[in-house]
């Protein structure tokens, strides 16, 4: 079976290599990006099954970054990563197919992406 393949967006380096790590080792293909136009460049050049988002990134925040991804590819799965839950209630959020909030324990984030990915 092919390893899906997820682009992780996330500004702060730490965070984002420890979501990178614990894909890697969940069996998925993982690539990274530090900001919005980082990801859109290299989500044109590969087809992603799913896209990690953080939300609060300096330039292009996380929302704005969901909206065009689906402008690109209707049908990518999205989920919107942030430490601050009063997002769930932004309308501009529903562009994505989940809300984790952020955390150091990343469980929830595997199962929604297991979950979300095997649709």
């Not at 614990?22 to 799913?50: I, Q």
């Not at 990134?57 to 799965?77: F, S, Y």
């Amino acid at each position: 079976m092919d390893k899906k393949k997820i682009l992780v967006v996330e500004d702060e380096d730490n965070m984002r290599l420890l979501i990178t790590e614990e894909l890697v080792d969940s069996g998925y293909d993982v690539d990274e990006a530090a900001n919005g136009e980082e990801a859109l460049k290299k989500f044109r050049e590969k087809d992603y099954a799913l896209v990690t988002v953080d939300i609060e990134m300096p330039g292009m925040n996380g929302l704005e970054l969901a909206g065009k991804l689906r402008e690109m590819k209707k049908d990518v799965k999205i989920i919107i990563l942030t430490a601050y839950s009063h997002y769930r209630s932004d309308l501009a959020s529903w562009a994505a197919d989940a809300y984790v909030v952020k955390s150091s324990d990343l469980t929830e984030l595997k199962d929604t992406i297991a979950k979300i990915i095997n649709m």
